[in-house]
Structures are given as structure tokens and as C-alpha cells.
């Protein structure tokens, strides 16, 4: 019989918050060991991103004959942001490794794996959002900035990212075969997705895209920073996302509690 109740997965998740020394250490440990030995250390990623935004955001607005600016700030800002959505997701098979390790060795509560997940893409994602910071301040007259709402679309873009790392995290464990399904899955997801182009410009794209869960959560972010139209459709679509992928994630957890260890 399983006894890890509902609440149990509540009050590990409120335990896991209060030990935050434990797992912010590790996180920007971890960067820091990613990048050891280099001259500039995790400022590589922004660097490379810094690169990157540049070359594809020129290159596909010449090809699509777009406002360079408009456009440039539009692809800038929604891959930016789509980099932090595909990494929750892909990343989210190693958020229980060394599982045998740190519950044993420490009365720390499992969160900590999830909160440790968490905050390091949250790391990587601060070094990334620099060059985009600065994007900003050059491209000022193409944004259309409404901060209250882009602040709700992020909280709700961090619900999702959290529970999909606990999700993902935990089915990564019992079927190994699922992570390099959801990684090939995100690569098709990014051209299908309206990141490098106006979803106007394909047919029936207006329609498509409502399928696409990572269309709403990236316009409900993007949208609110450039000028893109974000309907009342989006924010429901994105609530209902979370609220099912919450549950769905609470009853995962509490089913394979006592096999994560075994699993692993």
C-alpha cells in the first residue's frame, strides 16, 4: 500500500522551499563545473546566444522580407524565452539523478532535486537574457510592453516549467526510452512553433496554432514585450494547461514516491 499521501507531496514540496541553501548552492555549482577552466566562464552562454540571435534573426529577416527591427526584436524575444520553455522540458530527465545520494546522506526533502532542476536552467536562462535585455534598450520603439501581464504570463511559464520537470523527471526514471522521444518531439515543436515567423504567414496557421500548447505559453510572454496580439483564448489555454498538468503531476508523484530510488 502506498502511503505517500497527497498532503505528504505538499508538505516535501513546502520543506524543499525552506531548505533553499541546499539546492541554490548546487545549482550555480553546477554551471560553475560546466564551465571550469574557461576564461569567462558561464558568460559563454551568453555569448554564444548573443551570436546566434544575431545571425538567424538577420538571416530569416532578409529571407522573409521583414521590418529588420520589428522582426528582429519578435525572433530575439521568442527564442529567447523558448530556449527556458525546451530546456524544462528536455532537461527534465535529469532532475531525480543521484537520487540514492542526496535524501540518504541528508534529512533533505525530495523537492530539493526538483527545486535544484529548476533553479539551474533558471541560471542559465539570467545569462541568456542579457544580450536580450540589451536588444531591448537598442530596438526600444518596436516593443510594446505591458509589464503586469507579462509578469503573469512568466509566473504561469515557471508553473509549467516546475511541474514538467517533476513530471517528466519521474516517467524519465520507469521508461528510459522517453527523453530522447520528448527531446526529438521539441526539435520539431521549435519549426511548428511560431518563433522564427509570423504564424500569418502560414495557411491556416491562426487555426494551428491553437493546438499548440507551446504557442500559448510562449505568446502569453512574448506577446506582452512586442507587438503581438494575445487573446483571452491564450490565457485560458495556458491555465487549463497548468491545472491539468498539475494534477496529473501530483498523481504521478504520489504513485512512484517509493519506486524512484528502485528505479534509479
Known amino acids: 500500500m502506498n502511503r505517500f499521501t497527497y498532503w505528504d507531496v505538499i508538505l516535501d514540496t513546502r520543506d524543499g522551499l525552506k ?6 548552492a548546487l545549482s550555480w555549482n553546477i554551471i560553475k563545473m560546466q564551465y571550469r577552466r574557461t576564461l569567462i566562464g558561464p558568460l559563454w552562454v551568453t555569448l554564444q546566444h548573443t551570436i546566434f540571435v544575431i545571425a538567424l534573426g538577420y538571416m530569416f529577416a532578409t529571407i522573409q522580407k521583414e521590418n529588420f527591427s ?17 530546456s524544462f522540458v528536455t532537461e527534465a530527465g535529469n532532475t531525480f539523478m543521484g537520487i540514492n545520494g542526496l535524501p540518504n ?5 525530495l523537492s530539493n532535486h526538483i527545486y535544484l532542476q529548476f533553479t539551474s536552467q533558471m541560471l542559465l536562462f539570467a545569462h541568456r537574457v ?25 509566473c504561469l511559464l515557471l508553473v509549467f516549467g516546475f511541474w514538467i520537470s517533476t513530471l517528466l523527471g519521474c516517467l524519465s526514471l520507469r521508461f528510459q526510452d ?18 522564427m515567423y509570423q504564424k500569418s504567414m502560414i495557411p491556416g496557421g491562426e487555426h494551428l496554432s491553437n493546438f499548440n500548447p507551446f504557442y500559448h505559453i510562449l505568446v502569453v510572454v512574448r506577446g506582452n514585450l512586442v507587438q503581438e496580439n494575445v487573446t483571452l483564448y491564450n490565457w485560458l489555454a495556458l491555465v487549463l494547461i497548468n491545472i491539468i498538468g498539475i494534477a496529473v503531476t501530483l498523481w504521478v508523484l504520489r504513485r512512484s514516491r517509493p519506486k524512484l530510488a528502485y528505479w534509479a
Not at 105 to 109: I, K, N, P, Q, Y
Not at 130 to 146: G, K
Not at 178 to 195: D, G, K, N, R, Y
Open 105 to 109: 546522506m541528508t534529512r533533505a526533502a
Open 70 to 86: 520589428l522582426f528582429f526584436v519578435y525572433f530575439a524575444t521568442g527564442y529567447t524565452f523558448w530556449l527556458l520553455i525546451a
Open 178 to 195: 522517453l527523453m530522447p522521444a520528448v527531446t526529438s518531439l521539441m526539435q520539431i515543436m521549435f519549426f511548428v512553433t511560431p518563433v
Open 130 to 154: 542579457i544580450p536580450l535585455i540589451v536588444i531591448f534598450f537598442v530596438f526600444n520603439r518596436s516593443l510594446s510592453i505591458n509589464l503586469p501581464l507579462f509578469l503573469c504570463g512568466f
Open 19 to 24: 531548505q533553499w541553501r541546499i539546492w541554490s
